[in-house]
């Protein structure tokens, strides 16, 4: 579901986050940084939730063989 949203987000145009930030922060450098961040945010999440689902099934029986709960996941 998180990806899905990431992946929607994603088609938005930078300019366009940047411009609907604008009325919330005013002009300026501040809603510019907010904007390219939220921007730069959505490969990472992306990235992240891919390397996650990704892990080999070794590695994670190995982390529980050495004390890894479900907890710590």
Partial sequence: MVLGIGNV???IPTL?????VFPLLG???LPSL????AYALLPIL???VT??????ESTV????GMGMT????
């Fill in 16 to 20: 366009a986050i940047i411009a609907l």
């Fill in 27 to 29: 002009l300026g450098f």
């Fill in 46 to 48: 992306t990235n992240t």
């Fill in 51 to 56: 390397g996650l689902e990704n892990v080999d």
């Fill in 34 to 37: 907010v904007g390219l961040f």
């Fill in 61 to 64: 029986a190995a982390a529980r």
């Fill in 9 to 11: 987000a994603q088609t």
């Fill in 70 to 73: 479900a907890g710590s996941d």
